[in-house]
């Protein structure tokens, strides 16, 4: 009888690559492995189990069992267009962590705890505070002009001819080169956001300055590690008036994901953010009953199914 | 860290490498040594290589932590996915002049 392996444990985000792209080829397990075998079938093995997400791009396709297997390892599967800009996400499902969801639930209900989370998220993003006695729609004013300001002061300094944040993402290319740059820079960015905050146990759609969107907590996030990270890198490649502006657009996210530590600083940040609400998480109500299969020890991060 | 794997190499070279790394293996050599070292390494391995075929993996700071190498002819050739270095394993009829195609493109 051939031994039978340990069960399959997610690990944690800070252990994985960033992103991987596919482009084209079919998804498949083979011997347990997670494979992309092209039409010539060269099998190339993707580590799944160390990637953080898997764009999967128009030219692919996915088993059931590539599919089982990437949500076994909490890699974060996502259909893209062209570009990378994303349709429809699986893999790594989220809400598994009842405390949490309510936790961010609550601070989100109560009007002077999301005011603190906002303020806190913008003097994250800004390295200073806001201004005081604000509330949060004057804060998202705020924040709308400096971000203009921003995006207009960093083409100039790239010497990129810059108009406006502008794009149509039924067409995608209508838009100039800088916003191109900018929208496949900022989808790699939204992927590891979603991803992180899933392996962190919250919500994508529950968010404090976004509302109303199934990834509102996902662009909250994002935005705090977006002007240190892909907009410089969209700029600059921009600037070289590249063939091919998504490779060097991620080549470039890659190397900055990497000096930023971003995958190592995003899960904390989340917490950090959530914390200035000032909230405890709930406990358990005193009638609660432990399940009756207690949860297997995990290694990976708290929303992780183990 | 760094390791290199060796077959069907010539029993001269897998001598030298063992000057330097440690057997651990039939033809797997580890070790810890700097870029000059690693670069004056693997001209060993480049010149004493003959019709064998080598790999060398290092520790670097890319994203993945680490790079890699190769010499010789072997189903499985690098390959490159927008700056994460994967391998493709080829399928058993279709060596030689496939690999070619896939190395130039």
């Keep these: ?306 | 860290m760094l390791v290199i794997v060796v077959e069907n190499a010539p029993p001269r070279l897998r001598g030298r490498l063992a000057l330097w790394l440690l057997e651990v293996r039939a033809g797997v050599y580890v070790g810890k040594v700097s870029r000059r070292v690693r670069e004056m390494i693997w001209a060993n391995v480049k010149d004493g290589i003959d019709q064998g075929n080598a790999v060398m993996a290092w520790t670097t700071n890319t994203e993945s932590g680490f790079d890699f190498q190769t010499l010789g002819t072997n189903r499985r050739i690098p390959v490159e996915m927008d700056g994460i270095k994967l391998v493709s394993f080829l399928p058993e009829e279709k060596e030689g002049s496939e690999q070619d195609e896939i190395a130039s493109s």
């Design chain 1, 1 to 306: 009888m051939s031994p039978i392996l340990p069960p399959l444990k997610p690990i944690p985000i800070k252990d994985r690559v960033s992103v991987l792209f596919v482009e084209k080829g079919n998804l498949d397990v083979l011997d347990g492995a997670f494979v992309v075998v092209d039409k010539r079938g060269a099998r190339t093995h993707i580590p799944v189990g160390g990637v953080t997400c898997l764009m999967l791009e128009p030219g692919s396709r996915v088993s059931h069992a590539a599919v089982a297997l990437a949500s076994r390892v909490g890699c974060l599967l996502l259909w893209t267009g062209d570009s990378g800009v994303r349709l429809y996400s699986a893999g790594q499902p989220g809400g598994a962590r009842a405390d949490r969801l309510l936790y961010q639930a609550k601070l989100a209900l109560d009007d002077d705890a999301r005011l603190k989370v906002v303020r806190k998220m913008y003097a994250m993003r800004f390295k200073e505070e806001p201004p005081a006695r604000r509330s949060v729609d004057q804060l998202r004013g705020i924040e709308g002009v400096r971000v203009r300001k921003m995006y207009e002061l960093l083409a100039k300094q790239y010497g990129v001819s810059w108009k406006t944040r502008n794009y149509d993402h039924t067409n995608w290319g209508s838009g100039d080169i800088p916003n191109r740059c900018l929208s496949s820079a900022t989808a790699c960015l939204y992927g590891i956001s979603e991803a992180a905050i899933l392996a962190a146990g919250y919500a994508p759609a529950i968010g404090f300055i976004h509302t109303g969107k199934p990834q509102s907590f996902v662009y909250d996030i994002a935005d705090i590690f977006k002007f240190e990270t892909v907009v410089p890198v969209a700029f600059r490649v921009a600037a070289k008036k590249p063939r091919d502006p998504e490779r060097d657009v991620r080549l470039a996210c890659r190397e900055v994901f990497r000096q930023t530590r971003l995958l190592r600083k995003i899960i904390p940040s989340i917490e950090e953010i959530l914390a200035a609400g000032g909230l405890n998480v709930p406990e358990a109500h005193p009638e609660a009953v432990a399940p009756a299969i207690p949860n297997k020890e995990n290694i990976g991060d708290a929303g992780h199914r183990g």
